[in-house]
Each structure stands twice: as C-alpha cells, then as structure tokens.
C-alpha cells in the first residue's frame, strides 16, 4: 500500500492520477486533543464512481475502538469456533453486533435486544442477506416484580463470510446473543 501524506488544517486535498487501489484515510487531530472532531470526508472520481457500498468497515471499526477503549458498553462471547462482540451506542441508539469465526460454517445467531420503534428490525444494516430466514419475536422476561418486553431476530452468517456484522437502530438495551445453530462446511 502506497503512503501519501498531505499536510492540511483544511480545504481540498486533490490528488490526481492516483492508481486504482485501497487506501485509509487517517485524520489526526492537533493540539486540543480534548475537543470535539468536526470534519467531513467526501470521495469523488472523474474517470468511475467511486463504490462505497461496504459501511460495515466503519462500524467495525467503532467496535473495534470501543473495544480497545475498554467502553463499558462492549460485550464479547466466546464460543468454540467463534467470536461474538456487541457494542451499544447509547446516545445514538444503535447497536453493533459483529461474529468473527475461525472456519468456513453456516451459524444461525439469535441477537436479543429492547428497541424503541415497533418497526425493528427494518433499518439494520448488515455484509450479509440478514433478511434471508429471518424469524424474529418478542420476547418478555420476568425477574421479580419486574417485566422487560425486547425483541429477539435470528440471522444466519453463511458459510462464505468469516465475519458477519449488524447494525440495529432504534436500540436502548443489549440482552444478549445466542448461537443457536451450526454447520460446519468441509472442503472435499
């Protein structure tokens, strides 16, 4: 991977005749290191559009910052040949669900989360067909004199993705994932 840098406090930083490739961009900010970030990125081409069809990347990283952050609001499980880690955004209500596994298997994950829009779980985003053999429901749970109504959608990772990620909106609580199905793919 080729580095480029471009010094600037801010404006337009064009580069041209910039090989086809990937690139990071990294944004680091100067002296006030306790105040707010404030800025934009915007990506344009004139030869082809530029595809940014892989948001996941972004909330992954979150995740992944989050975690490293030691943020309270990050949950792991670990299971025999997989990973699974939650990170709720209170202030944004929105919840991160990311299953990292070790071998090509199709998993069926069930996510349990409270939600404040009966819509759930339209608007989640995900790098696979969550919608396909979806089945969700609510669920109500009594612990003494206190009754939680959340929801509760079963998604399958398949075999060809090794990380799996969803990003529900409208979330206010984690409860919890469970793995409830695996089928390990055996190459012949």
């Known amino acids: 991977m080729q580095k480029l840098d471009t010094q600037i406090s801010y404006g337009i930083v064009a580069l041209s005749d910039l090989p086809r490739g990937t690139y990071n961009v990294n944004v680091k900010m100067g002296k006030h290191s306790g105040q707010a970030t404030d800025f934009t990125?915007?990506?344009?081409?004139?030869?082809?559009?530029?595809k940014f069809e892989d948001k996941t990347f972004v909330y992954s990283e979150l995740l992944a910052r989050a975690e490293r952050a030691h943020d309270k609001h990050v949950f792991k499980d670990v299971y025999e040949n997989s990973t699974v880690k939650a990170y709720l955004q209170e202030e944004k209500h929105l919840l991160t669900v990311e299953l990292e596994k070790t071998r090509k298997q199709d998993i069926t994950l069930t996510i349990q989360v409270e939600v404040n829009n009966g819509a759930f779980p339209e608007g989640t985003l995900s790098n696979s067909d969550?919608?396909?053999?979806?089945?969700?429901?609510?669920?109500?749970?009594?612990?003494?004199?206190?009754?939680?109504?959340?929801?509760?959608m079963q998604v399958l990772c398949p075999s060809?993705?090794?990380?799996?990620?969803?990003?529900?909106?409208?979330a206010t609580r984690y409860i919890g994932t469970v793995i409830d199905h695996v089928v390990v793919q055996e190459n012949l």
């Open 160 to 170: 060809e993705l090794l990380k799996c990620l969803y990003v529900i909106p409208h």
């Open 130 to 152: 969550w919608k396909k053999g979806l089945k969700q429901s609510k669920v109500k749970l009594t612990e003494g004199a206190v009754v939680t109504e959340y929801q509760q």
């Open 41 to 50: 990125i915007s990506l344009y081409s004139k030869v082809e559009p530029l």
